[in-house]
């Protein structure tokens, strides 16, 4: 399957990965649609955790899936056979976010980055009702990829119609991927793993997700090692998230290739709460000096060989994972400093 069209911005552009820190919804999203001003940057819908169940990556989806519910147990989210107070908390924390992106985005046009659980990071932490992952059984992830593919339809049509000049862009966040893939998701006892999944079943059900999007480009990100670019860009994928300190020269020629085939590259490259940027420089120089931030971007693209004017059309500058872990001035100190990364790179792609 074919990725879909280049997104639509301007070389130069930054975002963020979706969580963030604190539990102002309000706050958060003023911060985020300022700091992240389009164009030519891609403002999203913010994700705040630390506000409790259904506020969390798994919990908030859970909250859009049509006809599956699921319910907090002491080992995680557990599927059940109707909606209980966990699901209905779940869809609350998303209608107050939505409101206040509504209220800041206020006459907005551009792309504008919705983040939900992919399919198999779901399958992976959602439990059948004896406890099981989803993941150990076929049909079951059927339906869970069925329900998903609804709520994502009518989660985009919710934000389109709050937001009318806004042009959705789908993140999947997939960080249990290559675990899912390589066998190694452990079963409830600890004891033993599942199964890998077959490499082509994993990339149909993410098509699916990809065709359930419509017109909406999909980014998959994930801040785990050994991103499968391949698997991703035929599955449809517009654009891939990783975090760049954790690539190596083995995924040079999937990379180049994804590009070439006009994926867009979401390049990791701040710290999510502080440690190393890139594998060298500190976190705290780093947010000083836009220009090395991105010298490993630089530094890929020249052993890709590819077209230096390409660069900054070819890359989104963001965090390497969500900022939810930070303290609330360094994510924001954070998305800041990744505007002024990519325009470092749009300015002096050399």
């Not at 500058?317 to 790179?345: D, N, Q």
């Amino acid at each position: 399957m074919s990725n879909k069209s280049r997104f639509s911005w301007g070389p130069g552009a930054a975002s963020g990965i979706g969580s963030m820190p604190g539990e102002d919804a309000r706050e958060t999203a003023r911060t985020v649609v300022g700091t992240l001003e389009a164009p030519p940057h891609l403002p999203f819908l913010p994700e705040l955790p630390a506000r409790g169940p259904g506020a969390d990556m798994i919990g908030r989806t859970t909250g859009l899936l049509v006809e599956l519910y699921a319910r907090v147990e002491p080992s995680g989210w557990r599927l059940g056979d109707r909606p209980g107070r966990d699901t209905r908390r779940a869809r609350a924390w998303l209608r107050e976010d939505l409101d206040a992106l509504e209220e800041h985005a206020q006459g907005f046009t551009g792309p504008l980055k919705l983040s939900v659980t992919g399919p198999w990071t779901l399958a992976a932490a959602l439990e059948r009702r004896n406890g099981e992952a989803v993941l150990g059984d076929a049909g079951a992830r059927r339906d869970l990829v069925a329900s998903l593919s609804e709520g994502v339809r009518d989660h985009l049509a919710d934000v389109r119609r709050r937001v009318p000049g806004a042009r959705p862009v789908l993140q999947l966040d997939e960080p249990s991927l290559t675990p899912v893939l390589t066998g190694r998701v452990p079963t409830a006892s600890g004891y033993r793993t599942h199964r890998a999944v077959d490499r082509a079943v994993v990339r149909d059900a993410l098509a699916e997700l990809v065709a359930a999007a419509g017109d909406s480009p999909v980014v998959v990100h994930s801040c785990a090692p050994d991103v499968p670019f391949a698997l991703l860009r035929r599955a449809g994928a517009a654009g891939v998230s990783f975090d760049a300190a954790l690539l190596t020269e083995r995924d040079d020629e999937a990379i180049g290739e994804a590009v070439e085939g006009g994926t867009a590259l979401f390049a990791g490259i701040v710290p999510a709460a502080g440690g190393v940027v890139s594998g060298a420089v500190p976190a705290a120089g780093a947010l000083s000096d836009p220009g090395g931030s991105v010298m490993g971007v630089r530094s890929l693209w020249r052993r890709l060989g590819l077209s230096p004017g390409l660069l900054a059309e070819s890359v989104v500058i963001t965090p390497a994972c969500g900022l939810a872990g930070a303290a609330p001035g360094y994510a924001r100190e954070a998305l800041a400093h990744c505007v002024r990364a990519a325009r470092s790179l749009a300015h002096d792609p050399e």
